[in-house]
């Protein structure tokens, strides 16, 4: 083939520094953002935090003057826990059965960091009070061997013939040593502690209740030999092999739900995770509007000083400068961009999810990415971004933008629910049930379908193992 030359026309799109980066900070959260900022602030001279509004600062204010009587909301920890009731013993006994059941508290002066951090840790409080105990020298350091390789929930995990064997020789350590360390240290005052495992735990909690407590040797025997058949709720099986009657039974069983199968988990000194919400949903005008954070939005602004110097030289040593100064307003530009963009999806889907706002999830409606990017006229990539981190203040709590978006199913007037809707109305008939006669996924189908939503047993499965609710046969109480 002979070499030739040819002429071709062809369209490229290429990204601008610029382009880039409105496209990275968009999909960033807002902790990234106020990082990125700060780095910025770090390497360019020519930025510089702004203490007041002012002209050319990027704030709340600035930005956005319609938002000018917008007030700073605090941060707020995101937190969602499961509705579960006290006498729920069918979600508990399953997760003892997998040997992890999270020990909650109502208590929510519990949950704030300053409190945590002041906590003592779990081997710190036991060290304390082994260092007021009568024991002697080395029962005291074979004690304290124990508490320093317990778990984070108390448990002590490694096998005592293991650790016998891992133990120097000098330390002249024998296992009887250890055994009888391991008594001492369970008998310390937080029942529970040195189980190796679940059902020695409970066992443990249930010694040390008075030995006039209702069926306390009958809750010893379940949680000792029969605790998997408790899980499992075959109580036909429980009654005939120990001889007890539904009653008998029943007030075992509540002694059981109210043991604490983590007793180590109360010292957990992990810090809980905050968000700062991008925007505040509130209801003004019997409206409901989206309005930013002004905690959100960091304030910039050019340094102005580094500027007159830079206008008034003219020489090629001033080109650093010159980029730094157009990075600047890139940067301040961008966010500017950032975060009217937040604030119109927010918009969006606040207009569109008027009824979850007044009723709660059941009044949610299918919504999707495409919906709001064809509303805006913006690309449905630039949406997605938008609502990826990103989290908005309700009076209901702090959500996703993600949240609000999702499927729906037909309705038999050709309507459409949202499946957080359907999730809410299984939460809402699963803890109105007869708990000796559950619903079964067909008949929740069926009661469903009389409202006029239809949707399919095994859907309705899915729904509620998303819901971490038990199957029926799990569900069944005495």
């Known amino acids: ?62 930005v956005f003057p319609e938002q000018h009587n917008s007030v700073a909301v605090a941060e707020t920890e995101q937190a969602h826990s499961d509705d579960r009731g006290a006498d729920d013993f069918s979600s508990d006994a399953a997760d003892w059965n997998t040997g992890a059941m999270a020990h909650s508290t109502d208590d929510e002066d519990d949950n704030y960091p300053e409190q945590a951090a002041d906590q003592a840790s779990l081997r710190e409080h036991l060290h304390e009070q082994l260092s007021t105990s009568s024991l002697d020298g080395k029962d005291r350091k074979v004690v304290g061997l124990l508490i320093d390789a317990l778990d984070e929930n108390g448990y002590l995990a490694q096998d005592l013939n293991e650790l016998a064997e891992l133990l120097p020789a000098e330390l002249d350590i024998t296992l009887d040593d250890l055994e009888t360390a391991l008594v001492q240290l369970q008998h310390l005052d937080q029942p529970g502690i040195g ?120 020489d090629k040593n001033s080109s650093q400068l010159s980029t730094q100064l157009q990075e600047a307003k890139w940067l301040i530009k961008n966010l500017q961009q950032r975060f009217e963009t937040i604030l119109r999806v927010a918009q969006a889907i606040v207009e569109r999810q008027g009824n979850f706002f007044e009723h709660g999830e059941i009044g949610m409606r299918p ?30 709590g702090i959500y996703e933008f993600k949240y609000f978006f999702g499927s729906g199913l037909s309705t038999e007037n050709g309507g459409t629910c949202s499946s957080t809707a359907i999730r809410e109305l299984i939460k809402q008939l699963v803890s109105a049930e007869d708990r000796q006669k559950p619903l079964t996924d067909n008949r929740m189908s069926e009661i469903l379908a009389q409202q006029g939503i239809v949707v399919a047993r095994r859907t309705i499965a899915k729904y509620r193992e998303s819901l971490h609710i038990l199957p029926v046969n799990l569900r069944k109480s005495l």
């Open 1 to 62: 083939m002979k070499p030739a030359l040819q002429i071709r026309m062809s369209q490229q799109l290429t990204l601008t520094p610029q382009l880039q980066q409105a496209i990275r900070l968009l999909q960033l959260s807002t902790q990234d953002i106020h990082q990125e900022v700060a780095r910025m602030l770090d390497e360019n001279p020519m930025l510089e935090l702004a203490e007041e509004v002012a002209p050319g600062t990027f704030s709340a204010d600035a």
């Open 367 to 396: 919504l999707v990415l495409r919906e709001i990017a064809d509303e805006l006229e913006l690309h449905e990539s630039t949406v997605s971004r938008s609502t990826t981190q990103k989290f908005m203040l309700t009076p209901r």
């Open 195 to 314: 189980a190796r495992n679940l059902g020695e735990c409970l066992a443990l909690q249930l010694k040390a209740l008075p030995e006039d407590t209702a069926q306390r040797d009958l809750a010893i025997r379940l949680v000792c030999e029969h605790l998997d058949m408790l899980a499992a709720h075959d109580f036909a099986k429980i009654k005939k092999l120990l001889r007890c009657s539904d009653d008998e039974l029943r007030v075992a069983q509540h002694l059981i739900v109210g043991l604490n199968p983590k007793p180590g988990a109360e010292f957990d000194q992990s810090v809980a995770d905050y968000v700062v919400p991008d925007v505040v949903v509130e209801k003004y005008r019997n409206k409901w509007r989206a309005r930013l954070n002004a905690e959100a939005l960091p304030k910039l602004r050019v340094n102005q000083i580094y500027a007159n110097i830079l206008q008034q030289r003219g």
